[in-house]
Structures are given as structure tokens and as C-alpha cells.
DNA sequence: TCTAATTTTGTATTCATTACAAGTTTATCA
DNA sequence: TGATAAACTTGTAATGAATACAAAATTAGA
């Protein structure tokens, strides 16, 4: 049998210790805010965010949401989406990276796999690129077939 | 000699035409917007744009800024660019589409060359995409050079 | 346990964007 | 040309995401 976990699997199991080697003390919003956006991989708002976990925990402030997820952002354990223009959007950070799909219709926005290197250009190697963002805008499958 | 224009030179001669020609009523306000965005190619905010134009037409309004961008936008003749979560800022849309790159410490947005087709994966392929955005993170030639 | 540091919370504030209605300009037609 | 409607512009009010700030609560260290 194989005990090898996986990144993901990894920081299922224990949050709280995860947190804390980024050297963030791991405290229950924080950890609940983080298991959130581990098992809701659909880019949430703030609002939603917080109306998920208000149910929870009752004494949760709007302001810890957007506190807890600047910390993320900050310490590169959550990646900020700019896909619309109103409200950001957030996402766990992966090691490999992802584009971007938001579907026009019915709003949802997916991850589509994205070969970043091939995206690279002569002119960008006088730059020094710590990031890069792929976004694509159209239908998803879904609604394509709804459509039809 | 060659007569032909490219497309810039032919918007920069007759801004109002185009207009027309994109179904847009070339309004003195329109117009010069337009003609801003055409010759600062800075990706500005409503709040540059505004600034700039406020002193050659002191009855501006940042109302008719968004109006007008908006209809721009709609009507496909310009790009939103949403690098940054706070302000949007706006591009004419070029034919061939470029990437965008944000420079962490002079702020300035530059535009870079990117090959889109090469982005593109078979997961794509279900999805029907109308627009796609490329953008860089990091620090421009300019501060590297400074910073060295 | 006592005390300082950190985190959370609620409220007030900022500011980009939109909503709306009134004023102004432009187009249409007799 | 002059009247009338349509389109556009403007100013102000409203919305709402995000931040600022200070007090309350929790946690860590001695
Ligand atoms: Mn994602
Ligand atoms: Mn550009
Ligand atoms: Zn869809
Ligand atoms: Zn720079």
C-alpha cells in the first residue's frame, strides 16, 4: 500500500500545521477560512465566503475574511483572481498554476490546465515575470449544450 | 509612394468616421476620449482620462467618462483591463491582442507581444472562448536597471 | 497567574462605479 | 425654417467593495 500523500491530501489531513510553517498562527477562523477554499474550488467572493461560514461560526466578521485572506495572499497560499471587474475573486495557490475560463452565461468560472512557459516571448526576458495570469472569457460546455 | 494606411493612421486621421462606421454617434466628448486613449497607450483609469481632458472641455463630466467608456467597450472598440483590483483601466483593442505586464514597483502597465494560439489545450477545445487576457507580474527593465 | 502581543470584531470611512433625473444638443419632419 | 422627439451630457445621490481604526477577546510568554 502506498502512504505517500499528495500536496493536497497533505493539507486536508492538518491544516493548522500547515499554517503554522508558513509561519501563520493558526487560529479556527483562519483554519475554517482556508478549509473553504480547499474544498470550494470555484473562486468565492468574500460574501461568499463569509456567508458560508457565518452559519459556523456566528461571530465571524466580514473584516476577519478580508484580514485572514490579505494575510493568504501576502504569504503566497492564496492567489487573488482579477477575472471581473466588481469583486475579487480568490483561489488556493497550486505549485503548477492554472488559466482561467469565465463563461458568460451562467457565470461560473473554471480552471482550464495552461502551458505557461510556451506563453513566454523574446521581449519578455528583459523583464523579471514573478507572475503570470491566463484568463479566457466565452460558453462553457454546459451551457453550449443548453443552448443547442 | 504607398497610399495605403494602416489601421492607426486611418483612426488617427478621421477618429469621427470611425466612430460612425462603428455605429457610434461622434460626439465632441466621445471623440476626444477616444483620441486620448489612441495617444496615451497607458492603460489609464476613468480618473486619468478625466484629468487629462477636464482643462480643453471644462464641462466634462466623469459620468459621461464611464458612459462613454462603456459604450466603447460594448461596441468592442476598447478593452478592459483588469490587472489591478482596485481601478479598472482601458486599452484600445488592438486586432492581434497583446499581453500585459505590471511593474511592482514604477506601477506602469507595458504591453508585451504574446503568442495566444500556443495557450490553448485539448481541455479547451469543449469550451467556446471569445476573449482571452494574458497577464505579467514582476519588475520592468527600467527598475532592474535602477535597482542594480 | 500576570502581562504583552496578537487576533478578532464592529463601526466608520473611503472611493470606484452606477442610478437617475434634469438639462443640453442633435436629428427628423412638416 | 421651426417644432418635436430622440440621443447625449451633466450633476447629484446611491450603492457596495474594501480599508481604517479602535475596542474587545484571545493567545503566548514569563
Ligand atoms: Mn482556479
Ligand atoms: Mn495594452
Ligand atoms: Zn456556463
Ligand atoms: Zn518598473
Redesign the interface.
Known amino acids: 500500500m502506498n502512504t505517500k500523500l499528495d500536496w493536497g491530501e497533505m493539507m486536508d489531513l492538518n491544516i493548522p500545521s500547515f499554517l503554522r510553517n508558513q509561519g501563520i498562527k493558526a487560529s479556527y477562523q483562519r483554519i475554517r477560512i482556508y478549509e473553504y477554499l480547499m474544498n470550494n474550488r470555484t473562486h468565492p467572493t468574500v460574501a461568499e465566503i463569509y456567508n458560508a461560514l457565518i452559519t459556523d461560526i456566528p461571530s465571524l466578521s466580514k473584516t476577519t475574511v478580508y484580514n485572514t485572506l490579505n494575510l493568504f495572499v501576502e504569504k503566497e497560499l492564496v492567489e ?1 483572481v ?4 466588481s469583486e ?1 475573486r480568490y483561489d488556493i495557490k497550486d505549485p503548477e498554476g492554472h ?1 482561467h ?1 469565465k463563461c ?1 452565461q451562467c457565470h461560473r468560472i ?1 480552471d ?4 505557461i512557459e ?2 513566454f ?1 523574446d ?2 526576458s ?16 454546459d451551457c ?1 449544450k443548453k443552448n443547442s
Open positions: 487573488e482579477t477575472i471581473e471587474g475579487m488559466g475560463f458568460t473554471f482550464v490546465p495552461v502551458q510556451k506563453i516571448t521581449e519578455l528583459e523583464f523579471h515575470v514573478q507572475a503570470q495570469f491566463v484568463h479566457f472569457v466565452g460558453i462553457c460546455p453550449l
